[in-house]
């Protein structure tokens, strides 16, 4: 098993920044893609970024130019840099993972329990 423990979230008035952190542990023989997904009430989760484990980056257009996402394979973390933040950015952020457990075993994704943000107008 693995486990994602987020952090980072809360309350910021529109044009502040904030940034969210991400930290795996558990069974791990190597992460693959790793980023964060968000929900906000009565839409469907969607991506926010992602980072390969070579560091290849992809945003959607929406936040491409304020959101930027970093990842320490050796620490097993992912960040994620909000900048410019818009009262539509808010919502419940969620980290993912790809991870696998052993050097036969396919990779199985993960999710952690979600941080928070709002943006105030």
């Known amino acids: 098993q693995v486990q994602l423990v987020e952090s980072g979230g809360g309350l910021v008035q529109a044009g502040g920044s904030l940034r969210l952190s991400c930290a795996a542990s558990g069974s791990i023989f190597r992460l693959n893609a790793m980023g964060w997904y968000r929900q906000a009430p009565g839409k469907q989760r969607e991506l926010v970024a992602v980072i390969t484990s070579g560091g290849s980056t992809n945003y959607p257009d929406s936040v491409k130019g304020r959101f930027t996402i970093s990842r320490d394979n050796a620490k097993k973390t992912v960040t994620l840099q909000m900048n410019s933040l818009k009262p539509e950015d808010t919502a419940a952020y969620y980290c993912?993972?790809?991870?696998?457990?052993?050097?036969?075993?396919?990779?199985?994704?993960?999710w952690g329990q979600g941080t928070q943000v709002t943006v105030s107008s």
């Open positions: 993912h993972a790809e991870a696998i457990h052993s050097w036969n075993s396919g990779p199985d994704d993960y």
